[in-house]
């Protein structure tokens, strides 16, 4: 089937409002993860969901992000009250069930965010 | 703690050069890593991993567990290889590994 699938490919939304960013991993892949691209930042781990696991959500920045994982497939990122530093390609991966040697992550094609 | 250091953030060589993008890791298991890549205006995508010893479009990558390093080389840059790469480190948790990357080095190969 197809790979990861995120939704909205652009999103321009306004200082403080709420926005959902979708993603569809990879029917079967047990692992999902967000992350942040910023212009000269890299590549930002956000959260990780692995099966029916407590989430690690370690790399949320601020308590105005949050995320799901419904069924233990298709996860949601929200921003509550964006800001401009909110700015940025938002990317989700999946995987495999990774416990063994086989963590390759394949990655959508991310959402632009942008903050004005 | 588990960390990936890419310390250049941006390489820039002649076609024809000799490349390696440095990748320095702190691990307290045995480690799996792996060098991903992404083209412009592309997604990003596995380019190899140490276990499979692979050599890629030319890329080869070497564990050196000593140094804890894992660099990325290719003995002659093409134009083709201008992209963002990125090292990452597959973090062994409870439930699962969680992959941990680098800042990215962007490589631009002049012709």
């Known amino acids: 089937g197809a790979g990861v699938s995120q939704s909205p490919s652009n999103k321009v939304t306004e200082k403080g409002k709420d926005v959902e960013l979708r993603c569809d991993p990879i029917?079967?892949?047990?692992?999902l993860y967000w992350y942040r691209q910023s212009l000269g930042q890299g590549l930002e781990f956000l959260i990780y969901f692995q099966g029916n696991s407590a989430p690690d959500k370690s790399g949320l920045p601020s308590d105005r992000f949050s995320a799901e994982r419904t069924g233990g497939s298709v996860s949601t990122l929200t921003i509550q009250r964006t800001q401009q530093e909110d700015s940025a390609v938002y990317l989700c991966?999946?995987?495999?069930?990774?416990?063994?040697?086989?963590?390759?992550?394949?990655f959508g094609q991310g959402t632009r965010l942008t903050v004005v | 703690a588990q960390r990936v250091t890419q310390p250049e953030k941006l390489l820039s060589v002649f076609k024809g050069a000799p490349v390696e993008l440095k990748c320095n890791y702190s691990?307290?298991?045995?480690?799996?890593l792996f060098w991903y890549v992404q083209y412009s205006r592309q997604r990003l995508q596995l380019l190899l991993r140490h276990i499979s010893r692979e050599s890629i479009k030319g890329f080869t990558a070497d564990l050196n567990k000593g140094e804890t390093s894992f660099h990325l080389k290719k003995p002659f840059a093409q134009e083709e290889d201008s992209a963002m790469y990125y090292c990452a480190l597959a973090q062994h948790m409870e439930y699962g590994n969680k992959l941990v990357f680098g800042a990215g080095t962007i490589l631009r190969v002049k012709s």
């Open positions: 691990y307290s298991g045995s480690p799996e």
């Open positions: 029917s079967g892949h047990t692992a």
């Open positions: 991966a999946s995987s495999l069930s990774p416990s063994g040697k086989n963590t390759e992550a394949f």
